[in-house]
């Protein structure tokens, strides 16, 4: 089976950082795209980042200049660096991949969400 664990979320003043981490684990035979959605209470989740298997990025617009993500294919992770952080960014964060298994099968996996709350 398949998994993505998400580490990285807590509380943080506005103008604060924090870094999102989600490792893949499992019979994994290729990770392709990976991303980071975000879900907001009363709101439907929404992309904020997402990277390609060669490092294309795409980011919503209201990170753009604040967020970076990064991936290491060595340790099939996908990493969300948040700078200047608002207190519009808080929500529950959700790591996506699409990853094909050790029996040639492709899905789109989600992470279990973790915690982002900006306040001061």
């Known amino acids: 089976q398949v998994q993505l664990v998400e580490s990285g979320g807590g509380l943080v003043q506005p103008g604060g950082s924090l870094r999102l981490a989600c490792a893949a684990a499992?019979?994994?035979?290729?990770?392709?795209?990976m991303g980071w959605y975000r879900q907001a209470p009363g709101k439907q989740r929404e992309l904020v980042a997402t990277?390609?298997?060669?490092?294309?990025?795409n980011y919503q617009d209201s990170v753009k200049g604040r967020f970076t993500i990064s991936r290491d294919n060595t340790k099939k992770t996908v990493y969300l660096q948040m700078n200047g952080l608002k207190p519009e960014d808080t929500a529950v964060y959700y790591c996506k991949a699409r990853i094909t298994t050790a029996r040639a099968t492709s899905n789109n996996y989600w992470g279990q969400g973790t915690q982002v709350t900006v306040s001061s």
């Open positions: 499992g019979s994994i035979a290729s990770i392709y795209d």
């Open positions: 990277i390609t298997n060669d490092h294309y990025t």
